[in-house]
């Protein structure tokens, strides 16, 4: 089943689907198809309308091969409102992934991104643009690894539209890691949604799993966040955090973790706190001279930049934290 007749056979997302549970659905416009769709490919397997979206909408295909052993950094640029960029990352490669905005602003956009990671390779994909007034955008990526293999996801978020980004990945070999450290930076009525599905199909894989967020205004921002340990998945480890600083009383979150675990031999955590920001740091700083809105912005600085202080020393982290300097 082609792209156009699946996103058709699966309707307009509704509340009551646990993909779409947090998300203003109501705030998608129906999308116009074209006649015929242009990819040959079976979707028939796949339940994500914004999975679908750019498929059904004819996006340019953009491919990029890496090859065995070698190192590339990359920028990644949708120039339309739709696109899809396939990645296969080689055994034993390095390479990192920046994606930028298309920042013409349009109803809606979507990007989605099949990423291949090869045995052994060490792979960084991340963003952190400018705030922007895109009015709705969807990001989707689906990323399979092989024994061995390590992936990190890293994203800061500042749009003043409505964003969600989802996530498929398949652990499917020994060894295998992928890690996901997000950080909200939202105020208006801004909001930024946020839905994982993190599939352990071998044996010794391992997640991890941290979100921040710091909402102000009438902002919005939800984590849907699953880990799913198969059958056969001896010594998986995962780990779920998601830290919420709320800066006004219009602000708010939803946080929904999922847990299906088919193995007695296996550690995986969640954890979830909300909060202001720390009356007694507060006080400290003003109580030596430090003025409280200098002070507020210490304390919120220092909140975003532990996000990614644990991340090695690459071009995600510099980026990251070069972007949070002026917090």
Not at 78 to 105: H, P, Q
Not at 158 to 177: C, E, M, T
Request: charged share 25%; hydrophobic share 40%.
């Amino acid at each position: 089943m082609d792209a156009i007749a699946r996103i058709k056979q699966l309707g307009m997302p509704r509340r009551n689907d646990e993909l779409w549970t947090f998300f203003p659905v109501a705030k998608i416009p129906a999308p116009e198809f074209p006649d015929a769709c242009a990819s040959e490919e079976d979707f028939s397997g796949e339940t994500d309308f914004a999975a679908l979206l750019p498929i059904a909408q004819n996006a340019r295909t953009m491919v990029q091969n890496i090859a065995d052993g070698s190192e590339e950094m990359a920028l990644l640029k949708c120039n339309n409102d739709f696109g899809r960029t396939i990645l296969n990352v080689g055994k034993g490669a390095k390479a990192s992934f920046e994606i930028l905005d298309n920042k013409v602003a349009h109803s809606v956009s979507a990007e989605r991104f099949d990423i291949n990671v090869g045995e052994g390779a060490d792979v960084e994909i991340f963003f952190a643009n400018p705030a922007n007034d895109l009015p709705l955008t969807f990001r989707h990526f689906r990323i399979t690894q092989a024994a061995g293999s390590q992936v990190r996801f890293s994203s800061i978020e500042r749009g003043n539209g409505i964003s969600r980004v989802s996530i498929d990945d398949f652990l499917q070999g020994p060894g295998a890691h992928f890690e996901v450290r997000t950080l909200n930076m939202l105020g208006g009525t801004a909001e930024s949604h946020h839905r994982l599905h993190i599939y352990h199909e071998s044996p010794e894989t391992t997640s991890t799993q941290l979100s921040r967020n710091l909402l102000d205004g009438s902002s919005r921002a939800s984590y849907d966040g699953s880990v799913i340990v198969g059958a056969n998945c001896t010594k998986a480890n995962s780990g779920q955090l998601v830290n919420t600083i709320l800066l006004s009383e219009d602000s708010s979150v939803s946080v929904k973790p999922v847990l299906k675990i088919y193995h007695d031999d296996v550690e995986c955590t969640h954890g979830n706190t909300v909060g202001e920001l720390d009356a007694e740091q507060m006080f400290y700083l003003v109580s030596r001279g430090i003025p409280k809105e200098a002070a507020k912005k210490m304390l919120m600085a220092s909140f975003a930049k532990e996000t990614f202080y644990p991340l090695p020393d690459t071009p995600a982290k510099k980026r990251l934290l070069q972007t949070l300097e002026n917090v």
